[in-house]
């Protein structure tokens, strides 16, 4: 189960637990069958990474991509750095936006949000999990009812296009930074990571049917933070539970694209805290082109690169699948062929 949050807690960041995302990928008023489509394409993406983590038994994801990419891996490197360092802009970006509600002191609460993600990231995956395994829980709740709360009953889908290829950049998107800390996960049964999948892949899909419910209820698709605004106008109360959800849902996906950069400098900078902070510097850079700057234009091309990172580690599956099976045969020929010598040795 705490694998199955750290799934949930990856995806739901701030762009995910504000709408932002949904408004991006799939306009205003979204088509419900949306999350049902999303959340089979969560649950396939969550099973394969968790099998490519099984089979390459590394806990770092520049060695995961060695393993999967071979002298490709530099590329995927670069392709998952540009990502974690995009989504850990977008959350420092939002940590401010959220701190602005109150007082502007950026980039000050950002900092601070990300010398915490810091520390912990410097104590390990452990240290992930745990965090996920506290918030994720109190963060679906409370998100749930910000939405339920949002939606005007009897509530009537509005029908909208469904645009499949935007279903797909929008999972891809989200999978890939689950995927440079999925990947490292490699004590799971076949069972454990089917489990864990599905129990994500539901939760993420009940969580964006409530989202594009409260969407089509309102008009905030405008605002920079859409389920704030929808939290505001439906009174002080849900405004004061929707905050500290969006503030939690950061802080676990900064958590998560925290990880993998610092994993992945640790193989160049050996002094812990040094390579701490070149990951915050240069989050903060990204984050300063504001938050919904990164959503709208760094999101989908994560999303687009990102199929072809997926297909290609399906591929590694296939591909060390076939070269197991060839060795086994090719082991019980060589069996065969001695038990025979050793037969006709006797007579």
């Not at 689950?178 to 892949?201: C, D, F, M, Q, Y």
């Not at 009174?235 to 610092?262: D, E, N, Q, R």
């Not at 591909?319 to 086994?328: A, D, F, G, L, S």
């Amino acid at each position: 189960m705490s694998v199955a949050m750290l799934i949930v807690g990856t995806m739901i960041g701030a762009g995910f637990a504000s709408g932002r995302e949904v408004v991006s990928f799939f306009g205003a008023v979204p088509n419900m069958f949306i999350a049902l489509i999303a959340g089979v394409l969560v649950f396939g993406c969550s099973v394969l990474f968790l099998f490519v983590g099984r089979r390459v038994k590394k806990s770092d994801i520049g060695e995961v991509n060695g393993a999967v990419f071979g002298k490709l891996r530099p590329f995927a490197d670069v392709f998952m750095l540009f990502n974690s360092l995009s989504v850990l802009g977008a959350m420092l970006a939002a940590t401010d936006s959220i701190a602005a509600e109150f007082i502007d002191i950026r980039p000050a609460a950002s900092i601070v949000l990300g010398l915490i993600c810091a520390v912990i990231a410097v104590k390990g995956l452990n240290g992930v999990i745990k965090a996920n395994a506290v918030l994720v829980p109190v963060m679906v709740g409370f998100l749930c009812v910000c939405s339920i709360c949002a939606i005007d009953f009897p509530f009537k889908a509005q029908s909208s296009s469904l645009r499949l290829y935007s279903i797909v950049l929008y999972v891809s998107m989200n999978m890939i930074l689950g995927g440079g800390v999925l990947t490292t996960v490699n004590k799971l049964s076949p069972r454990e990571i089917i489990l864990s999948s599905a129990v994500a892949s539901v939760i993420i899909s009940a969580l964006l049917m409530f989202i594009m419910g409260a969407l089509q209820s309102s008009s905030a698709a405008h605002a920079d933070m859409p389920m704030i605004l929808i939290a505001l106008k439906s009174g002080k109360a849900m405004y004061f539970v929707c905050l500290p959800v969006i503030a939690a849902s950061i802080f676990t996906t900064m958590l998560s694209a925290y990880k993998s950069l610092y994993d992945y400098l640790c193989g160049f900078i050996k002094h812990k805290f040094i390579a701490a902070g070149a990951v915050l510097i240069g989050g903060l850079f990204v984050g300063a082109f504001g938050f919904s700057g990164v959503v709208g234009k760094l999101y989908p091309i994560i999303g687009a690169i990102g199929i072809l990172y997926l297909i290609c580690n399906g591929w590694f599956l296939i591909r060390t699948r076939v070269k197991r099976k060839v060795k086994r045969k090719a082991r019980r020929i060589r069996s065969a062929v001695k038990r025979c010598g050793r037969v006709r040795a006797d007579r």
